[in-house]
């Protein structure tokens, strides 16, 4: 056999390993899906407000719900999170967050039914997105009353892959300092909705929440942060990894003629 083809093959598994590190790790912002939690909220004000976990000093866990993300078609990468200021307690504002972290995982944790003991609602593929000194503003545009635009956004340094097939989705931020410039987001307080939280405003380092709606025994508070995620389809990367597999074939096959 000709040794071009053998450079040929080689070639072409190249670039299908590289297509595979492209698709699981490459952000095309063309392709940006929008999606906000709760749907039904998209254009309309929520009934509460939350000051957590970007105000106080605080280790605060939020569950979406997958059906939210139902319009997703299979895996797609979490590059930027946004929220809105509530349009009662809100107002424009810019602020600092000198040391804060952000992870996303998959959970089998529902809403209203969030553990007390974080590490419970933690799902294994827990990543982290954000790290550090964390910049927030808001202009307050939107309607007067309400809904405010998504215009306080984190843009994620990692990028979470979720698969709304594969579970909910777990929000879990630790705050380490307190920065009172930072105004109250637009929330949602509805038992039997898509999301609810877990949190403690007293240790930040702490293993167990301390509270959700105020209430000490209330570990499961169906409060939760109306967000937009903004997220990249990405390719099945197993059709990839096949495609992949049966080039290293071909190529053992043209070594085995060779021997």
Do not use: C
């Amino acid at each position: 056999m000709p040794t071009n083809f053998l450079r040929w093959l080689r070639m072409i598994l190249a670039m299908m390993l590289g297509a595979t590190l492209i698709a699981l790790g490459t952000v095309n912002e063309t392709q940006a899906t929008v999606l906000i939690a709760p749907n039904a909220l998209a254009t309309e004000e929520g009934n509460a407000n939350n000051a957590a976990p970007f105000t106080f000093s605080s280790r605060y866990q939020q569950v979406f719900e997958a059906s939210e993300f139902s319009s997703l078609s299979g895996l797609a990468l979490i590059t930027k999170i946004s929220f809105r200021p509530d349009a009662v307690f809100g107002q424009a504002f810019s602020a600092t967050i000198p040391n804060i972290q952000i992870s996303f995982s998959t959970t089998s944790a529902v809403p209203d039914e969030l553990n007390p003991i974080f590490s419970n609602n933690t799902g294994s593929d827990n990543r982290l997105v954000f790290s550090g000194s964390l910049f927030l503003s808001s202009a307050f545009t939107g309607p007067a009353a309400g809904p405010k635009d998504f215009d306080v956004s984190v843009n994620l340094q990692n990028s979470f892959l979720y698969n709304p097939d594969d579970g909910n989705l777990l929000l879990d931020v630790k705050n380490f300092a307190n920065n009172f410039s930072v105004a109250a987001f637009d929330a949602h307080n509805l038992v039997g909705d898509s999301l609810s939280r877990v949190w403690n405003d007293s240790d930040v380092n702490s293993d167990t929440a301390f509270f959700g709606s105020g209430n000490p025994n209330d570990f499961s508070n169906s409060l939760g942060l109306v967000t937009q995620f903004t997220f990249t389809p990405v390719t099945e990367p197993a059709t990839l990894a096949l495609f992949s597999i049966g080039v290293l074939s071909l190529l053992g096959w043209r070594r085995n003629l060779t021997a």
